[in-house]
C-alpha cells in the first residue's frame, strides 16, 4: 500500500503541475478544447484514483473542481474567476497531497468552503444554458477524446461521463469509479510512461561516485599493464577502459534536465499575480529545452521565480500607466535560454518601467553603501548594481507579492554559488533585463585537450574555429610587428598568444613559430592560441572552479577527464581579455598600467599603427587589413601613371598614403593591403611600427581627407586612417560598380546605429555612395529615441555588440512598438555565426552581415530595398 | 568521564609540518589521504599545490608549509593531506605527517604567545604544552581564508 500511495502523490503532483499551467492556457485561449479535454482527463483520473484509494476529501475536491470544468467543456464560458476557484482547488488538492505523503493519511478537516463556492460557481453558470442540465449525453458535451474504436468491454466516455455526474456527491459514499476509465484513456501517456522510470536522485548520485572510483581502479590497472608489457590482461583492459567510460557519460546524462523543468510554474505564478495586480502580463519563454545539470537547476530555479515575481510586481505598469506611456496594454516578461561561447545565459527581461535609478541612489546612500559623493560619480549602470546588495528592496510598497525583504541579494547569492554572473540592464521606461551567465558550469561540453607548457589544458570546441599548424614559408605564415606575433590566415591577421607565456608557466614569451595555433574566436575578437601539443577532443564535464582560483580570468572551471586527472579549462573571454594586456606590457610600465587598465574595458579594438609622409604615427583597425607585404621596391610598376605591382596573379594597384610618402625605388616597400572580393589594393605606408590593442575613442574629427580624425594611442596623438577614401582612389568603382540601387525618386533613409565612432565614420560615406541618406546614432537608445520622436527611416542598420543594449535587444524593442515594426533592420556584426544568425531571425532582423563585408551590405540594402518596392 | 569532564575534551587530529606538530578540530576532519596526480594550477596563489581527483571530487590542495611560511618541502617524497570541507567545497591540507589523535582539555590552552609568527598567529587559536613540544591548534576556516588578492600580483 505505502508503495501504491507514494507512486499516487508523485503521479498526481505532476498530473497538477501540468493542470496548473493547461488551466492557464485554456484561459487564454477558451475555444481550444483540446487543452481542456486534457485537463479535464487528469483531474479525472485523479479523482478516480483517490475513490480507489480511499482518500474522500480529494476525491471530493476533485469532483467538485471536476464539475465546474464540465460547465467549460458544455460551453459557458471559462470566466477568470471560475479558473482561479479551480486554482484554488487545486492547490488546495496539493496541500492535502503533503500531509498525505508526510503522514500517510488524508489530513482531518473538510473543505465545505471550496467545495461550496465551487458548487456555487456551477449553479450561477448553469441558467447560461439551460440543455446541459437535462441530459448528459448529448452531442455537444465532448470532442470526442479517445481516438480509437472501443474495445470489448470498455465503456464509451460518455457513458463514463455519466456515471460520475450521476454519483452521489455525498464524500463518503463510496464510488463506482475504478481506474480503469483513466487508464482507457491515459493508453498514450502510459506507453511513453514505459519509456521512462523513476529513480531517486540519491541513487544517482551515489551511481556517480561509484563510477569515478570504477575509473581511477581502471586508470591504476592500466599503469600496471604498461609497466608489464607483453600482459595478457592488455586487451581485456581495453575493452573495460571503454567502457568504463560509456558508463560515466551516460551517467552524467541522467543528470541533465531541461530548463524548461524550472518554468513550468511560472504561467499559473503570472497568471495569479496578474489577477492580483490587476496588469496585464504575457509570459514568454524560448530555450526551455536547454538542458542544465540537475543540480544547477534546483539553484536557480528560485532565483528565476523571484525575478519574475519581481518584474511583474515592480517591473510592469498597470494598463493605464502603460497607455499613457504610449504602451502596448500587456505587458511582456520574457524568459530565455540558450548556450553561447560555453556559457548557459538565461535572461528575464521585462517591457516594463526599468529601474528607478534615484530611489535605488538614495536607497543605497541610506544604507551607508556608498557616500553621498562616491554616489554621484556612479554611472546609471553601476547604481544599478546596487540592488543585489542586502536590504534593497526597492518596492515602495510592500506587495503580497514581493518586498518581503527577501531581495536580489538572495538571487546573487544563489548564483554565486554555481559560479556564475548576473548583470542587469535597465533602460527607464523601455524595460528592465537580468542576464544570468552560468559559466559552463557542469554542463557537459566538448573540449579540445591541449598541452602547453608540460600541462595538460582543455579548450572549449565552442570557441575554437581551426586548428593550424604554422610552417615557415608556407601559406600560413607566423611574422611579427615589433614584438608582437601575429598569424596570416587567408585573409586576416591574427593576434597570436603562446598558452604557457600567458599562464605564467614560461616566463619567455616563447618562439610562436612552432607548435599549433588554436583559432579562436569570443565575439568580435579572433585569436590564435599557440600550444606545445594537441591530443584529442574529449567530451568533458565542466566543474565549478574552487572558490580560491574563481578571480583567475583565464579559467572557467575544471573537469576530471576520462583517465581520471584533473585538468583546468581553459576561458577563451578570459584569453582574449589578457591578450591585450600582454600586448601592452612589452611597452614601457606607466603606460602599460594604463592600458591594461583600458584593455579590460570592453570595447577595445586591434590598431596597426604605422607612419606615412609625417613622424606623427597613423593607425588603422587591424581588422581591416587584410595582410601586411614587403615587396622588392623593383617589382613596382608604373603604368598609366599609376604604381601597380604584380601581387597573386593580379595588377594591384598602389596608392600612397599622402603626397608626402614616396613609393620607394629601392629596397623594400612596406604596404598594408586591403581586398574586398576579388580586388585588392595596397596603401604605401614608410614603416608599420607596432600592433595595439587599445580603446578607439576618435577625438578630433579630421581636416584632411583620408583621416578620420585623431585619437590618443598609448599616449600619442594618432591619426586614424579612413580607409573608406583611399579604395575609390584605387578603383573608382570600388563602391558602386554594380549594386548601386537605382535613385528612386526619393533617397531612401537609413538610419545607422553603432556605438564606435570610428565604423560611423567609415560607414556613412559607403552608404551614402550607394544612394542613402544616412543619419547616425551612436546607441540602440538614441535611435528608440529618434523613432519615438517621430523620425522614419526605411530601414535600419545595426551593430549588434554595443554597450548597454545591444542589437538584439534593439531589433525586440522595434518589433514591440507596432509603429517601428514593420522597419527592415540589418544586423551588422563581427561574429557571424550559425548561432547568433538564428537568434537574429528570432528577434526579427532582416538580415545578417559581416562588418567588414561592404558588399554584404550593399546587396543585403538593395535586397531589402527591393522587397520594400514589391510591397 | 563525567558530563563535565566530557565536555571540557575536545579531540585533534595531530599532524607534523616543518617540525612543528599541529593540531585540527577532529570534527572538521573528513579524511587522510597520500597525493597522487596532482594537477598544479598556473597563476594560482603560492599556497594553492594543485587540484586532484579523489573520488570522483575536486580538491583544492593547501601547501600548509607555504601557508604557515615554514619552508619549502623536500621534491619527490611522499604527500599526506588532511581532507577538510568548507562550504561544499573540498580541501586536502597538505602536511608531513599525521600523527596520533588527541583528547586534550579546553582549559589547558593558552593563548598565542604575542611574538608567534604573524603568519602562524593568523591561523592559530592557542597553543597546548604537551611533554617536550608545543601543539598549536589551527582554525579550518582560518587556514582556508586565502585571499585572492593577495597573490594576484
Request: aromatic residues 4%.
Amino acid at each position: 500500500m505505502d508503495d501504491l500511495l507514494r507512486e499516487f502523490v508523485t503521479e498526481t503532483n505532476e498530473s497538477l503541475d501540468v493542470v496548473d499551467v493547461e488551466l492557464v492556457r485554456f484561459e487564454q485561449d477558451p475555444n481550444n478544447a483540446k487543452i481542456l479535454g486534457n485537463v479535464f482527463r487528469l483531474v479525472h483520473t485523479i479523482k478516480g484514483t483517490c475513490g480507489f484509494l480511499g482518500l474522500p476529501r480529494l476525491e471530493a475536491l476533485a469532483h467538485a473542481a471536476e464539475t465546474l470544468m464540465g460547465k467549460f467543456r458544455d460551453g459557458h464560458r471559462a470566466t477568470s474567476e471560475a479558473v482561479t476557484l479551480i486554482l484554488t482547488t487545486i492547490d488546495r488538492i496539493k496541500q492535502i497531497l503533503e500531509s498525505l505523503e508526510r503522514e500517510q493519511r488524508e489530513p482531518d478537516g473538510n473543505d465545505k468552503d471550496l467545495i461550496g463556492d465551487l458548487e456555487h460557481m456551477v449553479g450561477q453558470l448553469a441558467p447560461a444554458a439551460p440543455p446541459a442540465a437535462p441530459q448528459y449525453a448529448v452531442g455537444t458535451l465532448a470532442p470526442q477524446v479517445l481516438e480509437r474504436p472501443l474495445r470489448p468491454g470498455e465503456d464509451s466516455l460518455d457513458d463514463l461521463e455519466r456515471a460520475f455526474r450521476e454519483t452521489p456527491v455525498d464524500p463518503p459514499a463510496p464510488k463506482p469509479a475504478k481506474p480503469a476509465p483513466g487508464e482507457t484513456l491515459k493508453d498514450d501517456d502510459a506507453k511513453a510512461a514505459n519509456q521512462s522510470i523513476r529513480v531517486t536522485v540519491d541513487t544517482l548520485e551515489h551511481l556517480m561516485t561509484m563510477v569515478s572510483e570504477l575509473v581511477l581502479t581502471r586508470n591504476q590497472l592500466l599503469e600496471i599493464v604498461r609497466q608489464h608489457e607483453d600482459s595478457d590482461f592488455k586487451v581485456p583492459l581495453q575493452r573495460l577502459s571503454s567502457v568504463t567510460a560509456e558508463l560515466q557519460e551516460g551517467v552524467m546524462k541522467t543528470r541533465m534536465q531541461p530548463i524548461g523543468n524550472a518554468w513550468q510554474k511560472l504561467p499559473r505564478i503570472v497568471r495569479d499575480l496578474s489577477n492580483e495586480l490587476g496588469k496585464h502580463i504575457d509570459l514568454e519563454m524560448q530555450g526551455a529545452e536547454t538542458e542544465l545539470d540537475r543540480q544547477v537547476l534546483d539553484l536557480i530555479k528560485d532565483p528565476l521565480t523571484h525575478m519574475v515575481r519581481n518584474s511583474a510586481d515592480h517591473g510592469l505598469e498597470t494598463p493605464e500607466q502603460r497607455r499613457a506611456a504610449g504602451k502596448p496594454e500587456h505587458g511582456r516578461i520574457r524568459l530565455s535560454a540558450y548556450h553561447e561561447g560555453g556559457h548557459i545565459i538565461i535572461q528575464v527581461a521585462d517591457d516594463g518601467r526599468g529601474l528607478d535609478t534615484a530611489r535605488i541612489k538614495s536607497r543605497a546612500i541610506a544604507q551607508g553603501l556608498v557616500s553621498e559623493t562616491d554616489a554621484d560619480k556612479l554611472s546609471e549602470t553601476q547604481i544599478h548594481k546596487f540592488i543585489f546588495a542586502p536590504g534593497m528592496s526597492t518596492a515602495a510598497k510592500v506587495t503580497s507579492v514581493s518586498g518581503r525583504g527577501v531581495g536580489m541579494d538572495v538571487v546573487r547569492n544563489n548564483i554565486d554559488q554555481i559560479g556564475g554572473t548576473i548583470d542587469v540592464k535597465s533602460v527607464a521606461g523601455v524595460g528592465l533585463s537580468f542576464t544570468i551567465k552560468i559559466p559552463l558550469t557542469l554542463a557537459i561540453v566538448a573540449a579540445l585537450i591541449v598541452e602547453a607548457g608540460g600541462d595538460r589544458f582543455a579548450i572549449p570546441q565552442i570557441a575554437v574555429i581551426e586548428l593550424v599548424r604554422a610552417r615557415a614559408g608556407g601559406d600560413h605564415r607566423v611574422e611579427r610587428i615589433k614584438d608582437t606575433a601575429v598569424l596570416r590566415l587567408r585573409d586576416k591577421l591574427l593576434p597570436l598568444a603562446r598558452l604557457s607565456h600567458l599562464l605564467g608557466i614560461d616566463t619567455e614569451p616563447g618562439d610562436v613559430e612552432s607548435g599549433f595555433i588554436v583559432v579562436t574566436q569570443v565575439g568580435s575578437q579572433s585569436f590564435g592560441i599557440v600550444v606545445d601539443g594537441v591530443f584529442h577532443t574529449e567530451e568533458i564535464v565542466v566543474k565549478p572552479l574552487s572558490s580560491k582560483l574563481r578571480h583567475i580570468g583565464l579559467f572557467s572551471g575544471n573537469t576530471i577527464l576520462g583517465d581520471g586527472s584533473v585538468i583546468m579549462i581553459v576561458d577563451p573571454n578570459g584569453v582574449a581579455q589578457s591578450l591585450g594586456t600582454v600586448a601592452a606590457s612589452q611597452a614601457e610600465t606607466e603606460e602599460a598600467a594604463k592600458s591594461r587598465h583600458v584593455a579590460a574595458d570592453e570595447n577595445t579594438t586591434s590598431l596597426l599603427v604605422f607612419r606615412a609622409g609625417s613622424p606623427q604615427p597613423k593607425a588603422v583597425p587591424l581588422s581591416l587589413v587584410t595582410r601586411l607585404e614587403e615587396i622588392d621596391a623593383h617589382k613596382i610598376e608604373l603604368s598609366n601613371g599609376r604604381h601597380m605591382v604584380q601581387y597573386r596573379g593580379q595588377l594591384m594597384p598602389l596608392v600612397s598614403m599622402n603626397d608626402k610618402v614616396q613609393v620607394k625605388s629601392e629596397g623594400a616597400q612596406p604596404l598594408l593591403v586591403f581586398s574586398d572580393g576579388a580586388r585588392s589594393m595596397a596603401l604605401v605606408v614608410d614603416e608599420i611600427v607596432d600592433i595595439i590593442e587599445d580603446r578607439l575613442d576618435i577625438q578630433v574629427s579630421g581636416g584632411d581627407s583620408g583621416v578620420l580624425g585623431s585619437a590618443i594611442i598609448k599616449g600619442q596623438a594618432t591619426e586614424i586612417v579612413d580607409v573608406g577614401h583611399f579604395l575609390p582612389l584605387a578603383f573608382e568603382d570600388w563602391f558602386r560598380n554594380k549594386d548601386r540601387p537605382k535613385l528612386a525618386a526619393r533617397r531612401r533613409s537609413l538610419l545607422l546605429v553603432d556605438d564606435s565612432p570610428f565604423f560611423r565614420n567609415m560607414l556613412s560615406p559607403v552608404l551614402q555612395a550607394v544612394g542613402y541618406e544616412v543619419t547616425a546614432a551612436a546607441s540602440a537608445s538614441e535611435a528608440l529615441a529618434m523613432f519615438k520622436a517621430g523620425r522614419e527611416f526605411d530601414v535600419v542598420v545595426t551593430d549588434i555588440e554595443m554597450p548597454e543594449m545591444n542589437g538584439f535587444e534593439f531589433a525586440e524593442a522595434l518589433r514591440a512598438d507596432p509603429a517601428t515594426a514593420a522597419v527592415p533592420v540589418i544586423a551588422l556584426s563581427s561574429v557571424v555565426s550559425l548561432e547568433a544568425v538564428e537568434r537574429g531571425r528570432q528577434v526579427g532582423f532582416h538580415d545578417y552581415v559581416a562588418k567588414f563585408d561592404r558588399q554584404g551590405l550593399i546587396a543585403a540594402l538593395k535586397e531589402q530595398a527591393d522587397v520594400g518596392r514589391a510591397a | 568521564m563525567t558530563e563535565n569532564a566530557q565536555q571540557n575534551l575536545k579531540e585533534y587530529v595531530t599532524a607534523i609540518i616543518g617540525g612543528q606538530l599541529f593540531g585540527l578540530p577532529i570534527v572538521r576532519v573528513q579524511d587522510v589521504f597520500i597525493t597522487e596526480r596532482l594537477t598544479r594550477v598556473p597563476l594560482a596563489p603560492p599556497e594553492i599545490a594543485g587540484l586532484l581527483n579523489l573520488r570522483g571530487r575536486i580538491v583544492t590542495l593547501i601547501d600548509l608549509r607555504r601557508r604557515f611560511g615554514l619552508g619549502e618541502r623536500e621534491p619527490g617524497q611522499t604527500v599526506m593531506a588532511i581532507g577538510v570541507e568548507s562550504r561544499g567545497e573540498s580541501y586536502g591540507l597538505l602536511i608531513d605527517s599525521v600523527g596520533e589523535v588527541l583528547k586534550l582539555d579546553e582549559s589547558m590552552r593558552e593563548p598565542n604567545p604575542i611574538n608567534l609568527d604573524a603568519r602562524l598567529a593568523r591561523v592559530s587559536e592557542g597553543i597546548y604544552r604537551l611533554d617536550g613540544q608545543l601543539l598549536i591548534v589551527a582554525d579550518v576556516d582560518r587556514v582556508l581564508d586565502i585571499a585572492p588578492n593577495a597573490m594576484a600580483a
